[in-house]
């Protein structure tokens, strides 16, 4: 099935830093979604990007997609201490969600 | 809506003995999602439901693990008997259209401990 890979594994940045994670894919898609899970919780839904788009912005965070180099990018600006949790890519179509092991973040305060 | 809703949140129980795990979906959602989350394996896809039919439940370990859509507003996640290696946290998620096409919710999940 569909699966992306997170990159880093784990980032770690001061509060007020830009955070990027990467995320890679080998198969062709629909569309593309970031989550959030904050320790101990369900997981949050942040953006989902189509195929035939190539960045989207939701506040601080802004994703980028490139389908020739089957990979994305979720960018958050500003980071807070709150933005601390992983961070997932998902790979959507007619196939259900499988997500990979995500980003690890860790905003210091 | 109150989001998707899983209970309980907490479960302990000795092994052998019988789990249910519960989870009622936003209202009008067509999919149902079953996860399980360890530390060693990740955020796992069970089953997955699509208008109340399984569609997809290879994710689903062993015999001893079971789950049913009854109606559109609620499942289950049974489990007998219990093992130890079953401690995990359990998500329930629910989505609008077929499969993956959009945004999937998330219940709470429930932290389950075999003991």
């Known amino acids: 099935s569909q699966q992306g890979e997170e990159d880093p594994q784990a980032l770690s940045i001061q509060e007020g830093e830009n955070a990027t994670m990467n995320c890679s894919y080998k198969?062709?898609?629909?569309?593309l979604q970031w989550y959030r899970q904050n320790s101990g919780r369900g997981l949050v839904h942040l953006i989902l990007?189509?195929?035939?788009?190539r960045e989207k912005h939701s506040g601080r965070l802004r994703v980028t997609l490139d389908t020739s180099k089957k990979s994305s990018s979720l960018l958050i600006t500003a980071s807070r201490a709150a933005d601390t949790a992983s961070y997932f890519c998902?790979?959507?179509?007619?196939?259900?969600?499988?997500f990979g092991k995500g980003t690890r973040l860790s905003v210091i305060a | 809506d109150a989001g998707v809703i899983q209970s309980p949140r907490h479960e302990v129980t000795e092994m052998g003995q019988e789990v249910t795990l519960r989870c009622k979906p936003i209202s009008g959602h067509n999919s149902l999602f079953w996860y399980r989350q360890t530390m060693m394996r990740g955020l796992e896809l069970l089953i997955y439901f699509n208008n109340n039919v399984p569609i997809d439940d290879s994710g689903m370990p062993e015999d001893r693990f079971s789950a049913k859509m009854p109606n559109a507003s609620f499942s289950t996640l049974k489990i007998q008997p219990s093992e130890p290696r079953d401690s995990a946290v359990y998500f329930c998620?629910?989505?609008?259209?077929?499969?993956?096409?959009?945004?999937?919710?998330f219940g709470q999940g429930t932290r389950l401990t075999v003991v």
């Open positions: 998902v790979l959507s179509g007619n196939t259900p969600l499988v």
């Open positions: 998620a629910s989505s609008l259209a077929q499969g993956g096409n959009t945004e999937a919710f």
């Open positions: 198969t062709s898609i629909n569309n």
């Open positions: 990007i189509r195929s035939n788009e």
